[in-house]
């Protein structure tokens, strides 16, 4: 299975979307609160654990979207820490004091928002909100932060009358793929570029069908340059996750003026 996600964070994505607390549910809450020994934990000891059988281990694991209980472990040990969202001198073993954090936090973010208000034109927005109008159907994707956001801007879009799609996981982002209609539209945010590099099935299945894409980032690079129709710059700072704030800017921005341009026309 290709995540595009952190396991914990679908974990709590089952959690939060069950509405009866059945094994599944049990097992998913174990999971999580055993979570840094499931690369150690055989299939038996981890059922003794959620006082289940081995097959319903099994059963959870394909629900999640995993072929095996082998995969499921190696995803889990391979999942990144949260240290590695911030920089290393506040991590460290002497590390700098957390004045120095939010002083240069609230002075990064501050910068990519005065960079959006500069490079950011209108023109930009009002041409984004259009392709929105128009296209016969809009994909949002992004990873982690992202994709809760997508649900954000999903929503808010649905209230103006116009369906949008997201996915969370690779194959539900190409599950929405195959739904769409070719010559479709495509929001792709990704600050750092790294869903280009994690999710290169979703760009060529977008490819594939003709989709225009426009992707809002910090840096462009030659991959991106080569999988999209359009890149907005939005930010040039994202040392200590400042970038995923300026997600939320972008969305917004983009939202106001469908509303504005597109919605109370």
Sequence with gaps: MELGNPVRSILLRYINNQKKQDNNYFIAQIVLDNFDEIPQLT???LSEKCFVSTAAISRFIRLLGFATYTEFKSAC???IGITHDYDKKYTATDPAPESSFIAEFTENLHRNLTYCQEHLSESE?????ERIHTASDVVVFGLEFASFMSQHFQSRMAMM???VHNGFTVDDQLAAIERIQPNSLA???SMEGGFFYFNEKVIAALKKKDVHIIVFTFKSSPMIERSADQVILCGERNENTEGRLSVLYIMELLLFYYMRTIYLA
Excluded: N
């Excluded at 927005?125 to 909100?129: I, T």
């Design 43 to 45: 299939i038996y000891q």
């Design 77 to 79: 040990e391979a999942e």
């Design 125 to 129: 927005l009002k041409e984004v909100a």
């Design 161 to 163: 009358d116009k369906r």
């Design 187 to 189: 929001l792709i945010f």
